[in-house]
């Protein structure tokens, strides 16, 4: 019995994690390097972001973000983000059901086209659309013959940013909805669920905070992008710059105090997207305990 007793703090001790073990000073060292690095890459940049953008006062800051430029590019930017975000998740939701739920010739090619937008430069893909909607381009004859216009008007601003944010949804759904499998989905139709009824009361639910965090980050990337759109803006003021262009022009002209100043209004959009994040992965956590 004594030899039993005697044997227990061994085998505890045994069984504690290797990195407890660690000294210290390695840990404090590591997380020390790790708290610089964040602060000098991401936190001292957004800092001067604000210094400048307050640099010359209140009554300057307020007038570069409340000129009309500056407010119509705002708009356009929050319009744009309106539009793809649900176009995207509707996509997602689509191509995540029909891959996880049906075996079809060719899925592996549709995974892949779905991964196409991270591996082409933004730029790339606006000068595509150039070439397919320009003036100039495959379709442009058409188009000018409706009297219809994509590039450097709001519809190619809207296509641009569709491209970019293309994956996100759907790649945040298809690995939850691969290890969920299908179970649940034929226990349902068994019973004689219909489709619809399989899909509001059995899948959504089990993917609601997957698809909720693939659309902030598809509206993080929306509100944000900057290559392909400026391809196919024009960059005309008023009408087709969004706030990243916005930003860019007033910089161009040496305008610092403004440009830092609209950069702000993105920088604090990112953090209201960071909040949302943050209490959507605190929910999720909360309900799966």
Same mark, same amino acid.
């Given at each position: 019995m004594n030899s039993k007793v005697s044997a227990l703090p061994d085998a505890r001790t045994q069984e504690q994690p290797r990195h407890l073990a660690e000294p210290a000073a390695v840990r404090w060292l590591l997380i020390g390097i790790a708290l610089l690095f964040l602060g000098l890459v991401l936190v001292l940049p957004l800092l001067v972001v604000f210094a400048e953008a307050f640099r010359?006062?209140?009554?300057?800051?307020?007038?570069?973000?409340?000129?009309?430029?500056?407010?119509?590019?705002?708009?356009l930017t929050v319009l744009t983000a309106a539009i793809?975000? #649900? %176009?995207?998740?509707?996509? +997602?939701? /689509?191509?995540a059901w029909a891959m996880t739920k049906f075996q079809f010739?060719?899925?592996?090619?549709?995974?892949?086209?779905i991964d196409l937008p991270f591996a082409i430069s933004p730029v790339i893909a606006g000068l595509i659309f150039v070439l397919l909607f320009g003036t100039r381009g495959v379709f442009g004859p058409l188009l000018e013959a409706v009297h219809?216009?994509?590039?450097?008007?709001?519809?190619?601003?809207?296509?641009?940013?569709?491209?970019?944010?293309?994956?996100?949804?759907?790649?945040?759904?298809? #690995? %939850?909805?691969?290890?969920? +499998?299908? /179970?649940?989905e034929e226990a349902a139709a068994s019973m004689g669920a219909t489709g619809w009824q399989i899909f509001w009361r059995v899948t959504l639910p089990n993917i609601k905070w997957g698809l909720l965090y693939g659309m902030i980050l598809c509206n993080?990337?929306?509100?944000?992008?900057?290559?392909?759109?400026?391809?196919?803006?024009?960059h005309i003021r008023g009408q087709t710059n969004t706030l990243p262009l916005h930003v860019e022009i007033l910089y161009n002209e040496y305008q610092f105090a403004a440009s830092f100043a609209v950069a702000s209004i993105l920088v604090f959009l990112a953090f209201v997207t960071l909040v949302v994040k943050h209490v959507v992965e605190r929910k999720h956590k909360t309900q799966s305990i």
């Open positions: 010359k006062g209140l009554a300057v800051y307020w007038a570069a973000v409340s000129e009309p430029d500056a407010l119509s590019a705002l708009q793809v975000v #649900p %176009l995207n998740t509707l996509f +997602g939701l /689509a191509a010739r060719g899925k592996q090619v549709l995974v892949t086209l219809f216009k994509i590039i450097f008007a709001f519809p190619g601003i809207v296509l641009a940013t569709l491209f970019v944010t293309f994956p996100f949804v759907a790649r945040e759904l298809l #690995p %939850l909805m691969q290890t969920q +499998g299908s /179970a649940e993080a990337r929306a509100m944000g992008e900057f290559g392909a759109v400026s391809v196919v803006s024009g």
